[in-house]
Every structure is written in C-alpha cells, then in structure tokens.
C-alpha cells in the first residue's frame, strides 16, 4: 500500500475533475480523497497498489474532458487506510 499526496494545477475547478477523479478511483481500486483548493487547484490524498497509483497519475495528468492540468505536483505521505475514495465538500478543509 502506498500513499500519495497530490496537488493539481491548472483549469481544474468548474470541470467535474472531483467526481471523474472518483470515478476513476473507483475503477482502479484507489482510496482516499479530493476537494478543491480555494487557490483554484484540487488537493487529492490517494491510496492503493502501487501500478494503481501510476494508472491513477497518468489520469490526473490529463483529467476529465474540458480540463486543463498544467502541473501535478505528487509526494508520497503516510498511509491513513481510507476505505473509499471521497469527494470532500468546499468547507471541509484540513
């Protein structure tokens, strides 16, 4: 199990990034959460086999049609055993 700490940049808010980036997740088996930073980013934590986290990343760079990733910033953290993959509401920040 691995865990990642990921930052999305770009035109990434008003595109159904957090929910296509659930749906993905949940296809691959990856766990964890996403929500939209304030500053226009998606601040996603993703947990899962490791050839699922590469799958997982390779989507994210590219997002959901009508997305624009310029930058994904992505560090590997410590594991906090989600047991599913969730969309995190504005306001419920860390």
């Given at each position: 199990m691995k865990h990642l700490d990921i930052t999305v940049k770009g035109k990434?808010?008003?595109v159904?990034?957090?929910a296509s980036a659930k749906a993905v997740?949940?296809?691959l088996g990856v766990r964890g959460t996403v929500r939209?930073?304030?500053n226009g980013d998606v601040i996603m934590e993703a947990e899962g086999?490791?050839?699922m986290l590469d799958l997982f990343l390779d989507?994210?760079?590219e997002g959901p049609?009508?997305?624009q990733v310029t930058t994904v910033e992505s560090s590997e953290g410590e594991s906090k055993n989600y047991r599913n993959?969730?969309?995190l509401k504005r306001g419920l920040f860390k």
């Amino acid at each position: 199990m691995k865990h990642l700490d990921i930052t999305v940049k770009g035109k990434v808010q008003g595109v159904q990034f957090r929910a296509s980036a659930k749906a993905v997740a949940d296809q691959l088996g990856v766990r964890g959460t996403v929500r939209n930073d304030p500053n226009g980013d998606v601040i996603m934590e993703a947990e899962g086999e490791p050839t699922m986290l590469d799958l997982f990343l390779d989507w994210v760079n590219e997002g959901p049609q009508g997305a624009q990733v310029t930058t994904v910033e992505s560090s590997e953290g410590e594991s906090k055993n989600y047991r599913n993959f969730e969309v995190l509401k504005r306001g419920l920040f860390k």
